[in-house]
């Protein structure tokens, strides 16, 4: 066979097999009765409730489909507070009489689920006697097969109605925001637009080494990153690996990952290696924000699934391993109408000019406002170790808005004329909203958040994030933006005089938000601070905030989470935090004292061997070299030894403190500062140990041996 045959081959199978484990809208409408479809599509686009009536039909029509698949049961799928994925399988047997059996699905098992839920975070809001959770189908994300089980994607929530899980506040949050994104677009005369829709793509990172190796390393399976590790020789100093040739057996993970990624229907499109050796980056073409999510949490599950399969671990903790790139999602964002139409795409008439200009307002000033909601929303102390490192977007929020548009909200702002390339300026009403320039590329890598162009790049959440958080925050801050400026235009009596002044306004009030320089310098912390900016280095500095006055109004005013809520997921949060740096202490503790400090006896005990060895043979023979390093390592290990001591003692005393929030502060400037004087000391005897004493596997074989 030649080339070309091969590549057609190779095209004709992707298009096969894409989406063939997907119930989506071309499978509905082959197997579905044309008027039952016709209500199901309404409810999917419109957002309107589901008809129960054809709940049934539409489960049957899917369990014919997944039995022909090779499925033998179904789940109810859903996002709890733990971050990832929940499942629990039944089978589509139902007994019959005459003891054998049929294969069932019914409308009521499609649209609601019981799962006994008392074990899944609820921040309090279950008591354990009132453990019932319920799931309920989200008929918006299609439902697809996954290991011989039909998964419907599902909203969790309790007995009383509050939301545990990550979907339910996400679709909130997008119904907020279509509601204000449709009163603005009215008063731009756009009545035959019945949806805007949030869009992502989510960018995601991640490393890939060698499973043995990781299995070697306690720290990498308790706790997803290294506690210790000396820097190797090389870490990513001479850059050949961003962008580099691909492995392999990195080639053959990203094939076999793209097929099963694709058989999903997920649109897995761009792969390449990252900064730091072993790491690597997906990025999917975007879509609705709700199938992003759930597409990037399964995007996160295969990729540990077929690791396995390649004899790699996958990481995807925001900073495995110190001192080289951590990871990170980038959540591209933007918004965009059924009938096509990007609106953070600057247009080429002055109306669309001025509308770009006042969605575009709208998250300036969200993002001023509310920076520190969009830090909570990325909070977690697996992301505490990127934010601020200096590969990454510091903890500090600004928007990076690229030289031309902010020459023109400049000129906006100033009132005087903006001249793009010489072309001629447009003019909205009396007011002057200048040209838009359409070219403004974004290539500054530092900044948090992005615009790029017709879409922003919220560069904060961490890999191992769901995007869900993020997103919920970002449509919401922006949905009570866009509130504000409707209620102003809709008592408007000269429409473009006043959006003129409302965009002139917004920019005034808000541009000390907007900083186009380099992120990660020592000057931009300064001037951040003199502008009043917040830095909020750790998950345990951030989370009063999102308990505020101001965010329990944003949250309820347009839905998305009630108080209640709100505290219930404060209190899951920072128990998160405290819990994950705990298990990390604990294990630091297991590994001084049953893998490192037994390492360095073992080679101090083959040293004084040798030199005792050479002091029988008589004669001169010089035991400095063994004497030195025993005299180092033993004066070491007494110091690792007696620091694993103090960790031990300030663990135990966390029980102290009452309340989470208390507790993380004491994690956070007591257990956390504890740990890193521990693993200095470990890291300086792993440099002294011969390598073949080392109980575990070091950086440079972690990262170099795949
Ligand atoms: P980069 O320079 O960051 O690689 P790309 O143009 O390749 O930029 O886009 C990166 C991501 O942004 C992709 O996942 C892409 O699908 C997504 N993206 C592009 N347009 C939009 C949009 N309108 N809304 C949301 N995400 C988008
Ligand atoms: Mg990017």
Request: glycine share 6%.
């Amino acid at each position: 066979m030649n080339n070309s045959n091969c590549a057609a081959e190779a095209i004709c199978n992707v298009s096969e097999i894409f989406g063939s484990m997907v119930f989506n809208d071309a499978v509905m409408r082959q197997r579905l009765p044309k008027d039952v479809y016709k209500t199901l599509k309404r409810t999917i686009e419109n957002g309107k409730s589901l008809d129960r009536s054809i709940a049934d039909t539409v489960a049957n029509a899917m369990k014919d489909w997944a039995v022909e698949k090779g499925a033998t049961h179904y789940t109810h799928w859903f996002q709890p507070m733990t971050g990832i994925t929940a499942e629990k399988h039944d089978s589509f047997i139902s007994p019959m009489p005459d003891g054998s059996v049929i294969l069932e699905f019914s409308g009521k098992e499609l649209v609601k689920g019981e799962p006994d839920a008392s074990s899944f975070p609820s921040g309090g809001l279950r008591a354990t006697f009132e453990a019932r959770g319920y799931t309920a189908w989200d008929p918006t994300s299609y439902a697809f097969i996954k290991d011989g089980v039909l998964c419907i994607p599902t909203a969790f929530y309790s007995y009383g109605g509050e939301a545990l899980d990550k979907k339910t506040p996400l679709l909130r949050s997008m119904e907020a925001l279509n509601k204000q994104a449709l009163r603005i677009l009215k008063l731009f005369g756009h009545t035959n637009v019945i949806k805007v829709n949030t869009t992502v793509g989510p960018e995601q990172e991640y490393f890939l080494i060698d499973k043995k190796l990781y299995e070697q390393r306690k720290d990498l399976i308790y706790c997803g990153r290294t506690l210790f590790g000396a820097k190797p020789p090389k870490g990513q100093e001479l850059e050949d690996h961003y962008f580099g040739a691909i492995k392999p057996r990195i080639s053959a993970f990203m094939k076999e990952l793209n097929e099963e990624l694709w058989k999903l229907g997920i649109l897995a499109k761009t792969e390449h290696n990252e900064v730091a050796p072993a790491q690597h980056e997906l990025a999917p073409i975007f879509s609705t924000t709700n199938i992003a999510t759930d597409h990037n949490q399964l995007t996160m599950e295969m990729m540990k699934i077929v690791a396995a399969r390649h004899g790699l671990a996958c990481i995807l903790h925001e900073k495995p391993f110190a001192g080289v790139n951590g990871s990170g999602k980038h959540n591209n964002w933007s918004l965009s109408t059924n009938t096509g139409v990007n609106l953070l795409e600057p247009g080429d008439s002055p109306m669309e000019n001025a509308q770009f200009l006042l969605f575009l307002a709208a998250v300036i000033a969200a993002v001023d406002e509310h920076q520190a909601l969009l830090r909570v929303s990325v909070a977690s102390a697996g992301n505490d170790h990127r934010l601020g490192a200096n590969e990454a977007p510091p903890a500090i929020i600004s928007i990076f808005m690229g030289e031309e548009l902010t020459d023109v909200l400049e000129a906006i702002e100033s009132g005087s004329a903006y001249n793009h390339k010489g072309k001629v300026e447009m003019k909205v009403g009396v007011d002057v909203l200048p040209y838009i320039p359409k070219d403004t590329t974004d290539r500054n890598r530092t900044s948090p958040f992005a615009f790029t162009g017709n879409k922003f790049e919220f560069r904060m959440p961490g890999s191992a994030l769901s995007v869900s958080g993020p997103n919920v925050t970002l449509n919401t801050i922006v949905a009570d933006k866009l509130a504000d400026f409707a209620d102003i235009l809709e008592k408007s009596t000269d429409f473009e005089k006043d959006i003129g002044k409302l965009v002139k306004d917004t920019i005034i009030a808000h541009k000390r938000i907007i900083f186009n320089g380099n992120n990660y310098s020592d000057e931009w912390v300064k001037e951040a601070e003199t502008r009043g900016l917040l830095n909020l280095k750790t998950t345990a500095d951030a989370m009063p905030y999102f308990i505020s006055d101001k965010s329990v109004g944003v949250f309820t005013r347009h839905n998305v989470f009630t108080e209640v809520e709100i505290h219930s997921r404060y209190e899951i949060i920072l128990e998160g935090y405290c819990k994950a740096i705990n298990i990390e202490a604990l294990t630091m503790l297991d590994m001084i004292k049953k893998d490192i400090l037994p390492s360095v006896t073992s080679y101090v005990k083959d040293l004084a061997k040798t030199a005792l060895a050479k002091k029988s043979l008589g004669g001169d023979l010089s035991c400095e070299f063994e004497q030195s390093i025993i005299a180092k390592l033993s004066s070491l290990s007494a110091c690792l030894y007696k620091k694993a001591d103090e960790l031990e003692r300030v663990l135990l005393g966390v029980k102290d403190y009452d309340g989470i929030q208390a507790q993380a502060d004491y994690f956070k400037s007591v257990v956390f500062p504890a740990m890193q004087e521990a693993r200095a000391v470990a890291d300086e005897l792993e440099v002294l140990t011969a390598e073949k004493y080392w109980a575990f596997p070091t950086y440079g074989v972690l990262l170099f041996k795949v």
